[in-house]
Structure formats: structure tokens, C-alpha cells
């Protein structure tokens, strides 16, 4: 049974859900992704994403018409896997059609561009074994890419990659549940200092940076919340 929180973008409201491994995901219509298609390789008992991913794959898996199948989808940063500011992080990225031929890639992969739900689709030159989608979400706070500025009062996905992060390295946030509190404020605060980075409670560019490079890959510790 899996713990899966929704940030619904529609009421700005994070919402938790409890729900077994061959269930749908909360948001998912006509069955189309399991939560252990969600999960893929991931071994943690919480897992979250964004009502307007679920949504992007509704779109996406309607407009393909036939199955998609799920390589990789939800990691949490301890974890690894991915690249430091990856999108699975946040829970609204897909790796998919590992198993189809080059042509139904091809063909996933354009019908991905011309459904106009996901906010970033990967290059075939890039990604020539499989298709990636996400529908990330806000304005990066690098130049480069990557997560939006977050500070107190924000909620969502990128919320709680910040406090996992935090949680992991022993910064105690209150709780994993995706609102940038006073908690996590305090908590952000203790980081950068602890860094010497700008004390602001703030997290952008470069308190994302320095919080992925120490978390990423690492493996869960004894302050990691589930």
C-alpha cells in the first residue's frame, strides 16, 4: 500500500490518497497507470506527484490510443537516478516506451509534441530508446533550468523534494506534506547558514543546487521522513 500525495494545482490544496499497487493513480482515468507503473523503480512507501501530470497522461494516453508502458516515472532524491534537478523528483515526469520499436517511439514521441499537455518533451537525439514527458511547472530559478523558486507559502511537488532534502540531512521540517511552513522556513535558514549561502528562507538557484548535490543518490537516513 502506498502513500501517494497530490499538490491539486486547481485548488491549491495537497491531498493524500492510500492506495495498493495494481490501483489506479489518484486522477487517472480508465485505468491506464498503476501505481506500480508509477512507482517503477522506486522503493519508497511515499510517493507524490501534481493533479495536472495525471492529467497530461489522461490527455496523453488518449490521444496515443494503446497502452504506454512505464519505464521510469516516480524517484525521490535520496534515491538517485536521475540528473540533480530531474522532474521525476517532483513526481510529473515519465520515461516510457523502452519496449516499443524506434518507429512506435517515433510515433509516442510526436504525438507527445502535438498534444500540447507537457511542458517539456526530450529530443529523440537525446532519448533514442525511449520517450520522455513532463509537465513541469513554474519559472526556473537557474538560468540553466530545473525547480522554480519556492518559499513560505508555496505548496506542491517541489515543496516536498525541498523537504525530503532537508529531512535527509537533518534539517527537520514538521512533517513531509508539500506547504512551505514556518518550519521549513527555519529549516531552510539552518541549511544555508550551515552552507554559507544567503540566509533568506528562500530557495533558489543556488540553495537547490547545494540541497540536490548533498541528497541525490545518497541513500535514506535515519531523519528521512515516509
Not at 523502452?98 to 511542458?119: I, T, Y
Amino acid at each position: 500500500m502506498a502513500k501517494i500525495i497530490v499538490y491539486n494545482n486547481d485548488t491549491d490544496r495537497m491531498e493524500t490518497y492510500y492506495r495498493g499497487e495494481s490501483e489506479s493513480m489518484p486522477y487517472n482515468t480508465n485505468g491506464t497507470l498503476k501505481v506500480r507503473e508509477f512507482r517503477g523503480s522506486s522503493k519508497s512507501n511515499t510517493l507524490w506527484t501534481e493533479k495536472r501530470a495525471m492529467q497530461a497522461w489522461n490527455t496523453q494516453r488518449y490521444l496515443y490510443g494503446k497502452p504506454i508502458p512505464v519505464g521510469y516515472a516516480f524517484k525521490r532524491p535520496y534515491e538517485g537516478g536521475h540528473g540533480s534537478q530531474s522532474q521525476h523528483y517532483a513526481g510529473v515526469a515519465f520515461d516510457v516506451g523502452q519496449r516499443l520499436s524506434n518507429a512506435e517511439r517515433d510515433a509516442l514521441r510526436r504525438s507527445a509534441v502535438s498534444s500540447g499537455v507537457w511542458g517539456y518533451v526530450e529530443p529523440a537525439n537525446l532519448t533514442p530508446t525511449w520517450v520522455h514527458f513532463d509537465r513541469r511547472r513554474g519559472t526556473p530559478a537557474c538560468s540553466s533550468g530545473g525547480y522554480p523558486l519556492i518559499r513560505e507559502g508555496s505548496r506542491g511537488a517541489y515543496v516536498l523534494i525541498a523537504q525530503d532534502d532537508l529531512n535527509t540531512l537533518g534539517y527537520r521540517t514538521g512533517g513531509l506534506d508539500g506547504i512551505f511552513g514556518k518550519q521549513t522556513t527555519e529549516a531552510v535558514k539552518s541549511y544555508q547558514r550551515s552552507r554559507r549561502l544567503g540566509v533568506d528562507g528562500i530557495i533558489g538557484c543556488n540553495t537547490w543546487r547545494s540541497l540536490q548535490e548533498d541528497v541525490v543518490g545518497t541513500g535514506r537516513t535515519s531523519t528521512t521522513i515516509d
